[in-house]
């Protein structure tokens, strides 16, 4: 059994900063890409940011350089550094790895925690 547990969400007010972790647990091998995504009530999950196991990066257009994703590969955690935080950015922040490889399963793909609360008072 592999799970992602995000922390670090919580209450902003707007222009401050929040960092959220992703610990993938299990019987882990190695995992793929690593990305954060956000849900805003009454909206579609939409993508925020991805990482490679390799370390390359992509963002949201409404993200960029304020933003940033990074990870350690040897913890299998992931992190979204969230900087000049905005009210529009308020949402349940989700973790998600399309490929983790583990020893008693094999390759499990698209898996997702929990999500963590992040709401920005304006």
């Known amino acids: 059994q592999v799970h992602l547990v995000e922390s670090g969400g919580g209450l902003v007010q707007a222009g401050g900063s929040l960092r959220l972790s992703c610990v993938a647990s299990?019987?882990?091998?190695?995992?793929?890409?690593m990305g954060w995504y956000r849900q805003a009530p009454g909206k579609q999950r939409e993508l925020v940011a991805v990482?490679?196991?390799?370390?390359?990066?992509n963002y949201a257009d409404s993200v960029k350089g304020r933003f940033t994703i990074s990870r350690d590969n040897a913890k299998n955690t992931a992190y979204l550094q969230m900087n000049s935080l905005k009210p529009e950015d308020t949402a349940v922040y989700y973790c998600?790895?399309?490929?983790?490889?583990?020893?008693?399963?094999?390759?499990?793909?698209?898996?997702w925690g929990q999500g963590t609360q992040v709401t920005v008072s304006s």
């Open positions: 998600n790895s399309d490929q983790i490889r583990t020893k008693l399963s094999g390759w499990l793909a698209n898996v």
């Open positions: 299990g019987s882990i091998i190695s995992i793929n890409s």
């Open positions: 990482i490679t196991s390799g370390g390359s990066t």
